[in-house]
């Protein structure tokens, strides 16, 4: 499947896309579990974060012509991966740390960047609703960045445990955004999107890139200086060098 630009920008997101093949999701979910075995469950929910600079096969699902070739038509051929991390929740009965879920929120809240950031979540286990899936609010990201306030819930796993108040959008309009292992969808930076608990036996990871033009710029946000130190030109020129480029030596495959 295809994705117009047309389609990407009136509804701000786009899913159920082929990404991997049967063979490519059994050795990413091989990989995906040493991560796990080494680091323990606790830390694989949210802990793996750009560690595209360090694992090959990491930055090859990133690399993905299929993902790079959905992204094109939106971003164009210059595309820099801004930031990667892989998202992780097992049922809520074999945790200690209680039920997990991701809060309202639109990604570029505190990131500070002027251009569009297009997400793309790569599920690694088949996610659905009762294992929480991804939820979106159609059309969202053409409201502005909206006022985000501190959860009330305990468990967002988000890093600033940030939540948009439900008055601030119609919650009446969410879609839930099911995958199978291989597929991903794609999401506007500014789109009101989250997740609820994992509900089911079954785990459900995901890999979250972030990817931007070359043209967007680095802002400083006040609220939350950031620093971009792995971002990795993924695919063209990186003429404007408004992003360095931290590609590691082992990456010959760029076009
Ligand atoms: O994995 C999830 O449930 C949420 C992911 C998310 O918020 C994102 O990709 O921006």
Redesign the pocket.
Known sequence: MSVSRKDFYAKGYATGIDVLNQKEVADVRRDFQKFEQEIGKENAQYSLHNVHTQHPWVLKLATHTNVLGALKPILGDDIVLLDSRF?C?YPCQEMDDGEK??AW?Q?VRYWGIEGDVI?V?LAIDDADVEN???VVIPGSHTNGILNHQSAKTDGN??TSNQEIPSHLFDTSKSVPCPLKAGQMSL?HGHLV???EANNSSRR?C?F?IRYVSTSAKPIIDPDRPRKFESTVLVNGKNNQKNFSDNSPSWFTWRH
């Open positions: 998202i929740k879920y991701v929120h990604d997400s979540w929480g899936c991804m796993m988000l999401h999107h989250g997740s459900r995901g979250v």
